[in-house]
């Protein structure tokens, strides 16, 4: 599994990629969402999780997942934000984001909604 995580503060990051990454998962991080498809794009094996904080310098987690949408990601998305107004999480909800987490979350919570997310494509990859 290739996870990328697009979030600027390093600490959470490193702490996602931490309690993420493994054997069997590698974590690319990303600080905003333009560093992220450039990533996307110099990939040669496709993402199958994004992770993305929704405020962000330079492009945010809608204008990334909108971006996405327009370039037919095939991945999950999980969006990640301490503050969503109604508005932005309609929008979420219009573009098909997968999961929508609070901050902060712990860890546990993180690694539930993986395998919540695994869960799915694997049900996707079987019909």
Same mark, same amino acid.
């Given at each position: 599994m290739q996870? @990328?995580?697009? %979030?600027? %503060? #390093? +600490?959470? +990051?490193?702490?996602? $990629?931490m309690v993420l990454g493994? *054997? +069997?998962a590698k974590?690319? #991080?990303a600080r905003n969402g333009w560093e992220a498809l450039i990533k996307i794009g110099a990939t040669a094996r496709p993402?199958?999780?994004?992770?993305?904080d929704h405020r962000? *310098? /330079?492009?945010?987690?809608?204008? @990334?997942?909108?971006?996405?949408?327009?370039q037919n990601f095939g991945g999950?998305?999980?969006?990640?934000? $301490?503050? @969503?107004s109604d508005e =932005?999480? /309609? $929008?979420? %909800? =219009?573009l098909?984001? =997968?999961?929508?987490?609070?901050?902060?979350? =712990?860890?546990? %919570?993180l690694q539930q909604a993986m395998a919540v997310l695994n869960k799915k494509a694997s049900v996707l990859a079987q019909a």
């Open positions: 996870i @990328l995580v697009v %979030e600027d %503060e #390093k +600490a959470v +990051a490193h702490m996602i $990629a493994g *054997p +069997a974590v690319v #991080k993402f199958d999780v994004v992770i993305t962000m *310098p /330079r492009m945010g987690g809608l204008q @990334l997942v909108r971006q996405l949408r327009t999950k998305i999980l969006v990640l934000s $301490a503050h @969503l =932005d999480i /309609r $929008a979420y %909800e =219009d098909s984001v =997968d999961m929508m987490m609070s901050k902060p979350f =712990d860890f546990d %919570e």
